[in-house]
């Protein structure tokens, strides 16, 4: 069983549609969530970290909510430049301490 | 340094030969890892290191493949006898400390074998 799921995989927008992206998990004890937004050709770029269910943490467009089985990425009246896949990746004991990554949202903001 | 840093960023290589990748991770960073990303996949995990401790190295795919990191701060990611099934994007993080804190991506190193 996948421990970190992301929907949908991919996502086109208008300019200004708000939507949200899903992260959700099955690790028990969670150390940390985390957002990444990666472009293509580039390394994954640290977006936020969430700890607890209820945190929820904004950046410009962007905010992350997380509960006790998932987290939710909104993007409030997106850009063109908000164009990227975003990634989730969880870090827990069942993960042995390491950082799990899901697959990745692929969002296009259309102008 | 100020960031995560991976040499070489791309690297052609005939099958059967060894190839060596390294990671020069933030400086006072504690933990390092490497992980391999697929196109249109996300990043995944190979092993990593406490210091100079590898903690875990369940993700390495096999034994051809091995990492070290001797004094703790530079790593070297080693394939032996490298396949085609190896051409991959290798990337490497870095945090803090392995207790829940971010890590922070280089900008990978794309392997070709041929």
């Known amino acids: 069983e996948d421990q970190v799921t992301q929907s949908p995989e991919a996502l086109r927008l208008q300019e200004g549609e708000s939507s949200s992206l899903n992260c959700s998990y099955t690790v028990s004890g969670l150390r940390g969530l985390f957002w990444y937004r990666q472009d293509p050709g580039k390394g994954p770029e640290f977006l936020f970290t969430?700890?607890?269910a209820g945190e929820e943490k904004e950046k410009e467009r962007l905010k992350a909510t997380l509960t006790k089985k998932e987290s939710f990425l909104h993007i409030t009246a997106p850009k063109p430049e908000d164009s990227a896949t975003y990634l989730c990746?969880?870090?827990?004991?069942?993960?042995?301490?390491?950082?799990?990554f899901g697959t990745g949202t692929s969002l296009t903001v259309i102008p | 340094g100020a960031g995560v840093s991976q040499s070489p960023r791309y690297k052609v290589t005939k099958r059967g030969q060894d190839v060596a990748l390294r990671c020069d991770p933030i400086?006072?960073?504690?933990?390092l890892y490497w992980y391999r990303q697929a196109l249109g996949q996300g990043p995944e995990f190979l092993t990593y290191?406490?210091?100079?401790?590898?903690?875990?190295k369940s993700g390495l795919p096999n034994d051809r493949f091995s990492a070290e990191r001797p004094e703790g701060s530079i790593s070297t990611l080693t394939i032996q006898r490298t396949e085609q099934r190896d051409s991959a994007m290798y990337r490497c993080?870095?945090?803090?400390?392995?207790?829940?804190?971010?890590?922070?991506f280089g900008e990978g190193s794309w392997l070709t074998v041929v």
């Open positions: 993080a870095s945090s803090l400390d392995g207790s829940g804190n971010t890590i922070y």
């Open positions: 290191f406490n210091y100079e401790a590898q903690q875990d």
């Open positions: 990746a969880v870090q827990a004991p069942d993960t042995g301490n390491q950082f799990y």
């Open positions: 400086s006072g960073h504690v933990s």
């Open positions: 969430l700890y607890s």
